[in-house]
């Protein structure tokens, strides 16, 4: 008797600093809405990078009451004041002044302290520390409700991505030929999150095991690959950047070329190209390969892939095979809804004083209401809760084919045709 395939979805969670809030919509969406469809969701693997990475982890570590979870996390968005967050540190700041004017200082911080960001992690540090209950994702993998967690950072001395996988027994399987990936067993904790958040000049670097690491986005911003290397039947991957359909108007596109000189707006471009950007050329990859593989089995019949498998020399269970993806983006440009945001009586209301002048300047400021550089920092309740609600209509505009990919899932698993869906550019 061959025993039935039991399928593993993989959740992938892109970064974005404060954009993160959008993916919390979209969980939202899986666990209420297309769980009362279909039943219980397969999530058996999260992968998280940057942000993503505290989202990841803390959904993981109430997987046994998703519903609960998820809601809890959105709770702890809700809950966000903008100076709980974004405090700037005055001595990173002089700092950076010191090494643009040429006298940089390369003293090494005393251990418990860090430099290195425009604003103070201590807040964030807080939050990651008091919302998530890092040991009952140790708990779910030993009652078999979860296989995996990961979490990626980038080495600093090296330059390399690392890879921290949280895993119940056994050595890691097979990873990438790829030099620059390096992945690490680890029991995922707070300075592994914290460091996969380190978004380069705006938070310090972080310390895991006297190694310094940052923001894993910087060359894995999307995960896809340690989900699939960890046995994922199915991809599910949120990315909180909205990519245009066409190109920006004559007007538009001279304001922004003559905000090129602003170091704010190019800071913002800069992290979109570093964060959010990569995702395409991880998706491209993958679906060139399922459509090779689906040619293959329909020109020579259903031992294709195996033959290629065994060819290639890939023991059994390992090598290529076909990876049902689907990927969400947002719909709208989450830059140009922080403008708005910030110019609102809201914020107003909720964030005053020198901070709030300091934040309604760079708004003002950004060419044509794009605030990218601020919706990397603007972790605030009332922001969140529009990205959340963005999130949850994206999902819910694609509720069926969300639907249809679970159920598909849960009949074959692994065996499922290979076929790849992205959200529509608008």
């Given at each position: 008797?061959?025993?039935?395939?039991?399928?593993?979805?993989?959740?992938?969670?892109a970064g974005g600093g404060?954009?993160?809030?959008?993916?919390?919509?979209?969980?939202?969406?899986?666990?209420?809405?297309?769980?009362?469809?279909?039943?219980?969701?397969?999530?058996?693997?999260?992968?998280?990078?940057?942000?993503?990475?505290?989202?990841?982890?803390?959904?993981?570590?109430?997987?046994?009451d998703p519903v609960a979870?998820?809601?809890?996390?959105?709770?702890?968005?809700?809950?966000?004041?903008?100076?709980?967050?974004?405090?700037?540190?005055?001595?990173?700041?002089?700092?950076?002044?010191?090494?643009?004017?040429?006298?940089?200082?390369?003293?090494?911080?005393?251990?418990?302290?860090?430099?290195?960001?425009?604003?103070?992690?201590?807040?964030?540090?807080?939050?990651?520390?008091?919302?998530?209950?890092?040991?009952?994702?140790?708990?779910?993998?030993?009652?078999?409700?979860?296989?995996?967690?990961?979490?990626?950072?980038?080495?600093?001395?090296?330059?390399?991505?690392?890879?921290?996988?949280?895993?119940?027994?056994?050595?890691?399987?097979?990873?990438?030929?790829?030099?620059?990936?390096?992945?690490?067993?680890?029991?995922?904790?707070?300075?592994?999150?914290?460091?996969?958040?380190?978004?380069?000049?705006?938070?310090?670097?972080?310390?895991?095991?006297?190694?310094?690491?940052?923001?894993?986005?910087?060359?894995?911003?999307?995960?896809?690959?340690?989900?699939?290397?960890?046995?994922?039947?199915?991809?599910?991957?949120?990315?909180?950047?909205?990519?245009?359909?066409?190109?920006?108007?004559?007007?538009?596109?001279?304001?922004?070329?003559?905000?090129?000189?602003?170091?704010?707006?190019?800071?913002?471009?800069?992290?979109?190209?570093?964060?959010?950007?990569?995702?395409?050329?991880?998706?491209?990859?993958?679906?060139?390969?399922?459509?090779?593989?689906?040619?293959?089995?329909?020109?020579?019949?259903?031992?294709?892939?195996?033959?290629?498998?065994?060819?290639?020399?890939?023991?059994?269970?390992?090598?290529?095979?076909?990876?049902?993806?689907?990927?969400?983006?947002?719909?709208?440009?989450?830059?140009?809804?922080?403008?708005?945001?910030?110019?609102?009586?809201?914020?107003?209301?909720?964030?005053?004083?020198?901070?709030?002048?300091?934040?309604?300047?760079?708004?003002?400021?950004?060419?044509?209401?794009?605030?990218d550089f601020l919706s990397?920092?603007?972790?605030?309740?009332?922001?969140?809760?529009?990205?959340?609600?963005?999130?949850?209509?994206?999902?819910?505009?694609?509720?069926?084919?969300?639907?249809?990919?679970?159920?598909?899932?849960?009949?074959?698993?692994?065996?499922?045709?290979?076929?790849?869906?992205?959200?529509?550019?608008?």
């Amino acid at each position: 008797m061959v025993a039935p395939v039991v399928p593993r979805v993989a959740l992938v969670l892109a970064g974005g600093g404060a954009r993160g809030a959008y993916e919390v919509g979209v969980l939202l969406h899986l666990v209420q809405e297309v769980a009362r469809d279909v039943g219980p969701l397969p999530i058996r693997i999260l992968s998280g990078t940057s942000v993503g990475a505290i989202n990841a982890c803390a959904f993981a570590a109430g997987l046994d009451d998703p519903v609960a979870s998820a809601s809890r996390l959105a709770q702890h968005w809700l809950d966000l004041r903008v100076t709980d967050v974004v405090q700037p540190s005055s001595r990173d700041a002089i700092g950076l002044v010191r090494t643009l004017v040429g006298r940089p200082s390369n003293s090494i911080p005393p251990p418990g302290e860090r430099r290195g960001g425009l604003l103070d992690i201590r807040g964030l540090e807080r939050i990651v520390r008091l919302a998530i209950p890092f040991d009952r994702i140790g708990a779910h993998q030993r009652s078999g409700l979860l296989d995996a967690v990961t979490v990626s950072a980038t080495h600093v001395a090296s330059g390399k991505t690392v890879v921290f996988v949280d895993r119940d027994g056994g050595p890691l399987p097979p990873w990438t030929p790829d030099a620059t990936v390096v992945p690490r067993s680890v029991e995922i904790g707070p300075d592994h999150v914290l460091a996969s958040a380190a978004i380069p000049f705006v938070f310090p670097a972080v310390s895991v095991d006297d190694e310094m690491f940052c923001d894993g986005g910087l060359r894995q911003n999307i995960p896809l690959s340690p989900a699939r290397r960890l046995g994922a039947s199915g991809l599910l991957a949120v990315n909180p950047r909205h990519v245009p359909s066409t190109m920006p108007s004559e007007p538009v596109a001279h304001a922004r070329e003559a905000a090129a000189y602003g170091p704010l707006f190019l800071l913002g471009k800069a992290l979109n190209a570093l964060l959010l950007d990569r995702i395409d050329n991880d998706v491209d990859r993958l679906e060139h390969i399922n459509a090779l593989l689906d040619a293959g089995t329909r020109r020579f019949g259903p031992g294709f892939i195996d033959a290629i498998n065994e060819e290639l020399g890939k023991p059994p269970g390992q090598g290529v095979r076909p990876l049902r993806t689907i990927l969400l983006r947002s719909s709208q440009d989450i830059g140009a809804m922080s403008a708005a945001y910030v110019r609102s009586p809201l914020f107003a209301q909720r964030v005053g004083g020198m901070l709030g002048k300091i934040i309604r300047r760079i708004a003002d400021g950004d060419a044509v209401s794009e605030a990218d550089f601020l919706s990397y920092v603007l972790f605030d309740g009332e922001f969140a809760r529009q990205l959340i609600e963005l999130g949850r209509a994206d999902a819910r505009a694609r509720h069926e084919e969300i639907c249809a990919f679970f159920e598909e899932q849960r009949l074959h698993g692994a065996a499922s045709r290979p076929t790849l869906r992205v959200a529509a550019r608008s």
